[in-house]
């Protein structure tokens, strides 16, 4: 079952056609890759699926609603739980009370006024922290956390929502290998378990083969390949982009 | 026709003056990002050398031309000397604190300013001589026009130009340039940026210091000057985007000219209603810049500023039991102060309680909510003029009054809040002082209903609590019960919110969290505890006046937060304690209180720069548990 | 933890207030006096010259009521919230007799209304404002300066002698200006039907625009102006209306352009032949004048002004009225205090009863330049008795106690 449907996605900034007509889908507890040289429009296309950039023309559905003009507000509202390609989290806060306010928002609590956040949710953020081995780090203020733990932190917030869909830019991004594996390891994981559909941009190569179900290729806005981790190897067109011109 | 080329040229004068004033706030904010509130005193202090100066140099017929210019010149010199020992001296000491802290500190130099210009030259308006050469007037369209207007236009447009030159043309100007846009970066680069800094000030200062000289022939040097250029100043620099030179000219250009035509135009008669348009520059300057900031928010010229310091902010927590016993405690002394205390205890505790929660309802917008009030008072006002009117206008009782007139705050906050949260930041702050402002011009404009500028007396509180020690159990249970419900809402969802969207709005956005609703709610709320504030602050004065929403006050309310400490609920307490007492025992004890408040300020700011409150925290608490 | 501090403190605050309230001196009688006077230094500091050496010169004499006379003095920060806790101050924690001072109107009205709700007697020394006695006017209130609307009076008879036709109005944009303009225009309306009043100009009270104001008032063509600016205002309009030729041929009547507070600093700026009410101290011969400027040069070896004038007769007012009353009850304060004589540097001057307005007057003369030097010529004394509305007036107008 489609979870994310893009089809003849454009936009163009200033003249310049960032993204032209691309389309694809992501099935539940599918993980798919955006890749491409710098200024293919990975970021572009995935900021339009997440509702920072409105597309000019094409639509995007999530779950059968269309999403394009909504805000990330309420593209979070139809079960999308997103990372950030350099992370943002509340600083002043634990790494639990982080969890805790995406749960709050998950559950329409945040407009209340009279209970205290501290018992509010904690046994279920505690439950996400236990499964992303955040446990140790749960009482921790942000602000003094490592980089792989805050992305840890987002990725928990993002699983708050209970998400069908899971949006990640760069997820590995600016971590030690071992790190990166472990972590796609661990998401990938999730993902499949929980039958959530995952959309995530990234730079490095040997995580996306080894996680990715699919992969989406673009170039200067083109979509040009689309297929499995194997297919996408093979692909004469993607070799080119890649490996330089032949022509 | 010649009218309106003279009241052009008149505007055009005066926006000379207020962009030579101007040009150096706006680059000592772009640069240091510090809210230089001495800014006005330095200008003052430069009218004042200036004008000695002069008189030194003086003969029996007056300056000549090399003593009049060469005094000008030597008061430029000394006061942006002047401004770089501040700086040297002070600031620099707490570049570290969190930001607006050093608003304090320069709060604290404009007392002592102040009262060395009483010490230094006496109480008595001084006004100079008129430059020599330039005495007359030459005529313009058969009117006369002052010679030294011209003259005025000419070295403001010079100075204009010679600024950007500077900024345009040379490393240290590229260097001052890159710093308003992303100071992080200039330090990066190994740029020395203690002396950019010194030097920034300087500059910015003998800017100050050369306005000031150069109204030596349009008006006396006196003691008031120092306030009343300050937000002119503050407003142009805001107009024109900060930081940005050419936008001060721009918008000074614009206010002045404005101003000029309001008087030259005079009565306007418009659908039958006569309109007075030189009433109305009491207050068109705030017009003016609420009309810019809610279309442009960054102002005319102004960029959006580039990444701002990280400041982990904040962090509530529940009370500790010992704590908690202990916050017990003092309520018990407080319920007791009327039968172990005398009766003025009694009074000056009313009034502790009432700006321990007008403060602590400002740093919940400032503290959890990351928004900082310029124009707090107004709330406080508005909620005082409730009870005042509702008692004498509407006919209230007064217990009805005073219950309900917070939430005539809480109307005002949510109108001027709407527009507010739309912006963030020092241009945030100061669209909340331009309603505010505009707020106080009603209230001491309208005297059939709100008494203009004598206010409304006879506002007293009914018999069963006319005695001090009734009313004082009302505003203990009143402004204890708002701070505690203040520290409570921070330690709820909301409360949570409004930090998270403090900390990032961006992720905010990504988990749903509607941060413009949130931080508009936090503006009524706030508003209302202001407003129930200025109630308990009414019925305990008996009258009320226009001072109620005015600069001054809102001034008062950062200088508590600030002082106890932005970061916990408990720091505007302890500073609006601190402060009204301290105001109250050095007023009484000394002729030059407010040197002697100014010094203490400054003292408390080197010693304690996270504020007191926030010192004791760091200096006795674990991190995690406090 | 996080409360210590908080604890700390108010445990000291307590501590300080139980034991800091001063000692009594046995026998002295206090009187409370508060005033802005960090606020409105230029007019506050000779003030407080004025009444320490009538101070000095009660007690030199023996004191009042066979015992020493002792003011304390507050600073209210030309706020009322303010003026009223030190008030409070002054009657709970120095158990002064009665209160004293004020400066601005709206302070002098706050603290008014805190006498009548304390039921203590209250002299405003300067408030200009006429509702402090009229229509706010209360038991325990009484003031000592002629009224905004009594000086404005003084300048009537000359400005309809003069008969012009086109009046141009500049005023500070508060309460008092706005009473000036509009008591002006009563009255001379009255007195000169067909007047006309060609332009009004209200200007930020210490912001006047003085380059523009001068060229509105100009384009209007007017015979003459009538000015209730002071201060730093005054100072700027008399500048650019010098340069640009404004006040040629035009008649100038300007509210306290004679008082030193505000003429001494136009040094020869000053404009010739305006005319203003004032204080002449220079060329005042009376023996009652002459007696307190030289106690005044003597005492401080600086000449005097109008504020030393009112602080000194302040002090005389209320010593009067306590030797009359033979008590320091409020009640009795207040019914010796209707009616009273004091003397008074400008002379004999009396409590009105009907509105507890005294009749102390003010000089009205015409501006000159003498040595660079602003002063006052071809003057006379007005006494305020005779520029006060009719007393059935004052009766609608001010409330019943």
């Given at each position: ?59 995007v ?42 749960l ?63 949006l ?75 490996l330089?011109?032949?022509? | ?6 009241q ?19 680059l ?28 030194w ?24 000397a ?41 109480p ?12 007359g ?23 204009l ?16 340039r ?66 940005s ?36 520059t ?47 405690a ?24 009432v ?16 928004m ?128 998270a ?42 009258s ?25 609920a ?6 609006a304690?601190?402060f009204t ?46 | ?16 207030q ?20 960090k ?19 009660v ?65 405003a ?94 384009e ?20 650019e ?17 004679g ?20 204080y ?51 009640e ?21 009863a ?48």
């Amino acid at each position: 079952m489609n979870i994310l449907s893009v089809s003849a996605l454009s936009k163009s900034f200033g003249g310049v056609q960032a993204v032209r007509a691309v389309s694809f889908n992501v099935e539940a507890g599918q993980l798919l890759a955006i890749i491409g040289p710098n200024g293919a429009g990975k970021s572009t296309c995935f900021n339009m699926v997440n509702g920072q950039i409105r597309p000019d023309s094409g639509s995007v559905t999530i779950g059968g609603v269309e999403v394009s003009g909504k805000t990330p507000r309420e593209i979070w509202r139809l079960g999308v739980g997103r990372t950030f390609q350099i992370t943002a989290t509340f600083a002043s806060m634990t790494v639990r009370e982080n969890v805790q306010m995406a749960l709050l928002s998950y559950h329409h609590r945040l407009a209340s006024w009279w209970p205290r956040v501290m018992n509010l949710y904690r046994e279920e953020a505690d439950e996400l922290l236990r499964r992303l081995g955040m446990s140790e780090q749960a009482h921790r203020q942000c602000a003094l956390l490592a980089y792989g733990d805050l992305k840890r932190v987002e990725l928990a917030m993002a699983l708050a929502n209970r998400p069908r869909l899971l949006l990640m830019d760069e997820p590995t991004a600016g971590m030690a290998a071992a790190e990166r594996i472990e972590l796609m390891a661990l998401t990938a994981e999730i993902v499949r378990e929980r039958r959530i559909a995952a959309l995530f941009t990234e730079h490095d190569m040997d995580v996306v083969f080894a996680h990715a179900d699919r992969i989406v290729v673009l170039n200067r806005g083109l979509l040009i390949a689309e297929g499995s981790p194997e297919d996408v190897r093979v692909d004469a067109q993607v070799r080119d982009v890649y490996l330089g011109s032949r022509r | 026709m010649s009218s309106i080329v003279i009241q052009f040229l008149n505007g055009l004068a005066g926006a000379s003056a207020l962009f030579l004033v101007a040009a150096g706030l706006s680059l000592i904010f772009g640069v240091t990002r510090i809210v230089n509130f001495a800014h006005g005193s330095l200008y003052m202090l430069g009218i004042y050398i200036a004008y000695s100066a002069i008189g030194w140099a003086s003969g029996s017929d007056g300056p000549g031309p090399m003593g009049f210019w060469g005094g000008v010149l030597v008061s430029a010199i000394a006061v942006g000397a002047t401004g770089a020992l501040t700086e040297m001296l002070l600031l620099r000491r707490i570049y570290g604190a969190p930001e607006l802290f050093q608003l304090l500190a320069t709060f604290g130099v404009v007392l002592v300013l102040k009262d060395f210009a009483l010490w230094v030259w006496g109480p008595e308006d001084l006004l100079g001589p008129r430059a020599p050469g330039l005495q007359g007037s030459v005529a313009i369209l058969g009117q006369a026009f002052p010679t030294y207007d011209l003259v005025l236009i000419a070295i403001g447009a010079s100075v204009l130009c010679a600024l950007w030159l500077l900024l345009r043309r040379t490393r240290w100007g590229m260097l001052v340039r890159a710093a308003t846009q992303d100071r992080e970066m200039v330090g990066a680069l190994g740029v020395n940026q203690k002396w950019l800094f010194t030097a920034v000030f300087a500059l910015g200062s003998a800017l100050a210091g050369l306005g000031g000289a150069l109204q030596i022939p349009r008006e006396p040097a006196q003691l008031l000057l120092d306030l009343s250029v300050i937000a002119d100043a503050f407003v142009v620099v805001v107009v024109g985007g900060m930081g940005s030179v050419p936008g001060a000219a721009l918008a000074a250009l614009i206010i002045a000219e404005i101003k000029s035509f309001c008087v030259g135009i005079g009565q306007l008669d418009v659908l039958g209603f006569t309109v007075s348009l030189p009433k109305l520059t009491l207050v068109v300057e705030f017009i003016v810049m609420a009309i810019v900031l809610v279309a442009r928010p960054w102002g005319l010229l102004g960029r959006a500023p580039g990444p701002q310091r990280v400041f982990a902010g904040g962090h509530e927590q529940p009370l500790q039991p010992a704590v908690r016993s202990a916050l017990l405690a003092i309520l018990a002394l407080l319920a007791a102060v009327p039968f172990i205390a005398n009766g003025y205890t009694v009074v000056l505790l009313i009034d502790i309680l009432v700006f321990a929660l007008f403060a602590a309802s400002l740093h919940f917008l400032m503290g959890p909510a990351g928004m900082a009030s310029f124009g707090h008072a107004a709330y406080f006002g508005l909620g005082a003029y409730g009870a005042a009117l509702l008692v004498k206008a509407a006919g209230f009782p007064m217990e009805t009054a005073l219950l309900s007139a917070p939430f005539v705050a809480a109307a005002g906050a949510a109108l001027f809040g709407w527009f507010c949260v739309r912006l963030s930041g020092v241009y945030l702050a100061m669209l909340t002082l331009a309603f505010a402002q505009i707020a106080w011009s009603v209230v001491f404009q309208w005297d059939t209903f709100t008494g203009g500028s004598n206010g409304i007396v006879g506002v007293w509180p009914s018999p069963w609590l006319a005695s001090g020690s009734a009313y004082y159990y009302v505003a203990l249970t009143l402004c204890g019960c708002g701070i505690w419900l203040l520290r409570r809402i921070v330690l709820s969802p909301y409360g949570f919110a409004l930090r998270a969207g403090r900390d990032s709005p961006l992720r905010c956005d990504a988990i749903g969290i509607d941060l413009v609703r949130m931080q508009w709610v936090a503006f009524i709320v706030a508003g209302t505890c202001a407003g129930l504030a200025g109630a308990i602050y009414a019925f305990s004065k008996g009258s009320i006046s226009p001072e109620t929403l005015s600069i001054p006050l809102s001034v008062d309310g950062l200088v508590m937060v600030l002082l106890g400490g932005v970061q916990t609920a408990s720091g505007p307490v302890v500073g609006a304690a601190l402060f009204t007492w301290l105001q109250d025992t050095v007023a009484r004890n000394t002729d030059y209180w407010r040197a002697l408040l100014g010094g203490i300020i400054i003292a408390l700011v080197l010693l304690f720069p996270q504020g007191i409150v926030g010192f004791i925290r760091q200096r006795f608490g674990r991190s995690g548990s406090l | 933890m996080k409360t210590l501090g908080s604890i700390l403190f108010s445990v000291g605050l307590v501590w300080l207030q139980v034991h800091a309230a001063p000692a009594v001196a046995q026998g002295t009688i206090k009187i409370g006096e508060l005033n802005s006077y960090k606020v409105f230094a230029a007019f506050l500091q000779p003030y407080k010259k004025g009444w320490e050496l009538a101070l000095e010169e009660v007690n030199a004499e023996g004191g009042v009521l066979g015992r020493k006379l002792a003011i304390v003095s507050r600073d209210d920060n030309g706020n009322p919230g303010d003026a009223v806790r030190a008030a409070e101050e002054l009657l709970s924690r120095e158990n002064v007799s009665f209160l004293v001072g004020t400066f601005a109107s709206h302070v002098g009205l706050a603290v008014a209304d805190f006498a009548k709700q304390k039921k203590v007697l209250f002299i405003a020394a300067e408030p200009l404002t006429d509702k402090i006695t009229w229509q706010n006017g209360n038991r325990y209130t009484f003031r000592l300066r002629a009224s905004t609307y009594m000086q404005t009076a003084m300048l009537i008879p000359d400005a309809a002698k003069l008969n012009k036709k086109r009046w141009a109005i500049v005023y500070p944009n508060y309460e008092y200006g706005q009473s000036a303009s509009a008591a002006f225009k009563a009255l001379l309306k009255k007195n000169q039907p067909g007047v006309e009043f060609v332009t009004e100009q209200a200007t930020p009270l210490g912001k006047i625009d003085a380059g523009a104001v001068t060229q509105a008032l100009a384009e209007a063509r007017p015979d003459a102006i009538f000015s209730s600016l002071f201060g730093a205002d005054l100072a700027r309009f008399v500048r650019e209306g010098n340069t640009r030729g404004l006040f040629k041929g035009r008649a100038v009547f300007n509210l306290l352009g004679g008082e030193p507070e505000y003429l001494d600093p136009l040094k020869d700026e000053t404009p010739k032949g305006w005319y203003v009410t004032g204080y002449p101290w220079y060329a005042i011969d009376t023996p009652e004048h002459n007696r307190f400027l030289n106690a005044y040069q003597k005492r401080y070896g600086d000449y005097p002004r109008l504020g030393s004038v009112v602080g000194y007769a302040t002090v005389m007012s209320a010593v009067a009225a306590m030797k009359r009353a033979g008590s320091l009850d409020s009640e009795k304060l207040v019914a010796a205090m209707e009616g009273l004589q004091v003397d008074t540097p400008f002379g004999k001057i009396t409590y009105r009863a009907q509105d507890h307005q005294s009749t102390m007057g003010a000089y009205v003369g015409r501006t000159a330049s003498r040595n660079g030097r602003g002063v006052m010529d071809q003057f006379h004394y007005a006494d305020g008795a005779k520029f006060m509305p009719s007393d059935a007036e004052v009766r609608s107008m001010r409330p019943r106690d």
